[in-house]
């Protein structure tokens, strides 16, 4: 199993540009997240998935949007990116069970200029 | 809102001695569990140990354990005989028992080893 992986692996943007950051996993998980992490600061919730075709809010989604068309992937979304949102951004998923600890992926460096 | 605060944003140990990190929680909640992640130069994101709020014992994992204080609301990790790869960023969370989806952080200790 390649467990849970993330591309690109670094991404540079300029300021309005749009891209997508792709979460895939194998392990016939039903939850996924997107995390970003920013300097001095933990890993903060932006999107998560309960279930195929199903998406919800975390704690910081502005300017995000999610898609789960399949039930091995979760895309995250940037319209028009802002110097704000360079980051690093994780993927993280669980099987379903309350138990059940979050695998993460390597993360992907994204920088907006 | 759950916080979680880790005051130490940097510490040092020498090669086999021991070393605990710092974590503090603020919640409302009774049953909660508690983690510990490592995040070395790669990046990934590595779980050290999970503790069960409703469990008294402490958890262990080898060389890894917590000292769990649940009135204190005090969650430290200690890394005994710590070894060069044990260099990295260690981050504490939280989660409420029943949610999935609502995992906090805190904003790291960047654990250096000394040779």
């Known amino acids: 199993n390649a467990g849970v992986t993330q591309t690109p692996k670094f991404r540079v943007l300029k300021t309005g540009q749009s891209m997508t950051l792709l979460c895939a996993q194998d392990?016939?998980?039903?939850?996924m997240y997107w995390y970003r992490q920013d300097p001095g600061m933990g890993l903060r919730l932006i999107h998560y998935s309960v279930g195929e075709g199903t998406t919800a809010k975390g704690e910081v989604p502005d300017g995000y949007n999610v898609s789960r068309l399949k039930k091995q992937n979760f895309l995250l979304g940037l319209e028009s990116a802002a110097p704000s949102q360079t980051s690093v951004y994780f993927c993280?998923?669980?099987?379903?069970?309350?138990?059940?600890?979050?695998?993460f992926g390597p993360g992907t460096r994204l920088l907006v200029l | 809102a759950q916080t979680v605060t880790q005051s130490q944003p940097e510490m040092s140990v020498q090669e086999a001695e021991t070393v605990t990190l710092s974590c503090t929680y603020d919640?409302?909640?009774?049953?909660?569990?508690l983690f510990w992640y490592k995040q070395p130069p790669s990046r990934q994101m590595i779980l050290v140990i999970r503790?069960?709020?409703?469990?008294?014992q402490n958890a262990t994992e080898n060389r890894f354990s917590v000292n769990f204080q649940k009135a204190a609301k005090s969650f430290s990790l200690k890394i005994s005989d710590s070894q060069l790869g044990d260099a990295a960023m260690y981050f504490c969370?939280?989660?409420?028992?029943?949610?999935?989806?609502?995992?906090?952080f805190g904003a790291g200790t960047r654990l250096t080893v000394k040779p």
């Open positions: 392990m016939n998980h039903e939850y």
């Open positions: 503790q069960e709020a409703y469990k008294q």
């Open positions: 993280a998923s669980i099987y379903r069970g309350l138990q059940e600890t979050q695998y």
């Open positions: 969370a939280y989660r409420k028992i029943y949610n999935n989806n609502d995992m906090r």
């Open positions: 919640t409302s909640e009774s049953d909660y569990y």
